[in-house]
């Protein structure tokens, strides 16, 4: 078989001010299977794919690989050139048995509402109707109807954290390759859940719900069970939490398992809501927690789902109240790591730092700090890569201690404090700006976790989030979205 790959992914945050343009997707490393993937770069995924093809005797073609960190709308020229170079590969190096790609399923660009749909639309107006297309998706996805018309079989993540984005992609393999070997015929059901919200995995009992779906599949023609979370905060026709079944040959099966599983989700919509603390209330929930490192996640400043990063709503309430022993991290904050780099290690400056971005990252905080360590590139692993936050600064005030760094990046590790040489027993409670990815990383070294809701970009009254393109019935902002539908 002749196998087709290519990625192209960013996760977008409708509300934010910042554009997704080329320096965005250059900065992640923009990779082409002319002069090769890497496992631990952008085209992961398609390393992984290939050398699966190459293990079955296929012969596999790479293109593009872009990825881009969350943030506003990627500029229409952009979007439109790396979609235009995937698909002339496609065209161009064709014909095809399968085509597999990695997308985000949550890109809007200018003049496109659902960049993943017309991508795919147009890579099956080249590839024809006979070859097998599969999609990887993050599960923080809009779901569409043209995603659905023009893949053959969709499988998102089924983790939150996301750790399993290589299990997702060993099974779509294995399943596009079996249907173009005629062995399969997958068919596609979707239920929309009418739900807004997010939907960490690793607790009850959304781990359960992920055991149960995993529990189905291979039964009963059922080859894949996918809940799309959607992204909150992605305003688009089609945003919300959605049930994906993909069935061998049977629609209505397909459609039948879709909505018992999307049923089974919506009513666990009161038991899957985690509540969330105010600021002062998470740092007195810090403050009394039993002895250890006490983590707080501030949510709403968190660059995984578009926001800046460089919010000081926390910072100037650990500052006012005259806390010692707390890490924040990571600050985006590119002038203050230049700063703190020209002044050297050992410097003592006044430094105005955070809330650059605008009015969601509040006012910048002023602050006589001491530096106490720098870093020309500081790297922390979360979910099984590498992820570079460029250069880097740690900087103390009064037992205040910031980890400024050049790129937006969320926190994955406690390798964010160590390696910039703060000891993790130095601090009594550590601030990490993350929704859920850095549980993996802190839930072994903290004796408490808790969230702070904000105030920040990313706020968490889903029923009062200000949708334009989104219907409003969706629960939580409607009691009962299905009643009379």
């Not at 979007?79 to 085509?99: Q, T």
């Not at 297309?133 to 043209?146: F, K, M, N, Q, R």
């Not at 089974?264 to 509540?275: C, D, K, S």
Request: hydrophobic share 45%; with cysteine; aromatic share 8%.
């Amino acid at each position: 078989m002749r196998i087709f790959t290519a990625t192209l992914s960013t996760e977008t945050n409708t509300f934010s001010a910042i554009p997704t343009g080329w320096s965005c997707f250059e900065e992640a490393g923009i990779e082409r299977g002319r002069t090769g993937v890497t496992r631990n770069g952008t085209g992961g995924l398609m390393h992984l794919w290939g050398q699966m093809a190459e293990a079955d005797g296929h012969s596999v073609f790479h293109s593009v690989a872009a990825n881009a960190p969350p943030a506003g709308r990627t500029v229409r020229a952009v979007y439109e050139a790396l979609r235009d170079e995937i698909v002339a590969d496609a065209a161009a190096e064709g014909p095809f048995d399968v085509a597999l790609l990695f997308l985000h399923g949550a890109m809007v660009a200018d003049g496109y509402d659902d960049c993943e749909g017309d991508l795919l639309q147009r890579l099956r107006a080249v590839l024809g109707p006979d070859t097998i297309i599969g999609v990887e998706l993050d599960l923080h996805c809009h779901l569409t109807a043209a995603m659905l018309e023009n893949a053959n079989a969709i499988i998102t993540f089924k983790e939150y954290p996301h750790i399993d984005a290589g299990k997702r992609g060993r099974e779509l393999f294995r399943l596009c390759v079996d249907a173009a070997a005629g062995q399969t015929r997958p068919v596609m059901g979707l239920f929309d859940c009418k739900m807004v919200n997010m939907y960490p995995t690793t607790t009850a009992p959304m781990a359960a719900f992920v055991a149960e779906m995993q529990d189905q599949e291979g039964r009963d023609g059922v080859l894949s069970l996918s809940l799309s979370h959607g992204f909150p905060w992605g305003d688009t026709a089609d945003s919300g939490a959605r049930m994906l079944a993909v069935v061998d040959g049977d629609q209505a099966r397909a459609a039948e398992m879709a909505r018992r599983f999307g049923e089974r989700f919506w009513a666990l919509r009161h038991a899957v809501t985690e509540p969330g603390l105010t600021i002062d209330e998470a740092l007195d929930a810090a403050l009394a927690a039993p002895p250890g490192l006490a983590v707080i996640a501030d949510k709403a400043d968190n660059t995984g789902g578009g926001a800046p990063g460089d919010s000081t709503f926390v910072l100037k309430r650990v500052v006012e109240r005259g806390l010692t022993g707390v890490g924040i991290a990571p600050m985006w904050d590119p002038v203050a790591v230049r700063f703190c780099h020209d002044a050297g290690p050992g410097a003592r400056l006044a430094l105005r730092i955070g809330g650059k971005a605008g009015p969601e990252s509040g006012d910048p905080v002023d602050l006589t700090v001491t530096v106490r360590a720098l870093s020309d590139e500081l790297v922390q692993w979360g979910l099984g890569s590498p992820s570079v936050l460029g250069r880097a600064a740690w900087v103390e005030a009064d037992g205040v201690h910031v980890i400024l760094v050049e790129r937006r990046i969320q926190a994955f590790s406690p390798e964010l404090f160590t390696k910039m040489g703060l000891s993790l027993e130095a601090l009594r409670i550590a601030v990490v700006k993350s929704t859920a990815h850095f549980r993996a990383g802190f839930a072994p070294v903290a004796s408490l976790i808790v969230t702070t809701v904000g105030p920040g970009t990313l706020l968490e009254d889903y029923g009062a989030i200000a949708y334009e393109r989104r219907p409003g019935d969706y629960w939580p902002r409607v009691e009962d979205p299905f009643a009379g539908a």
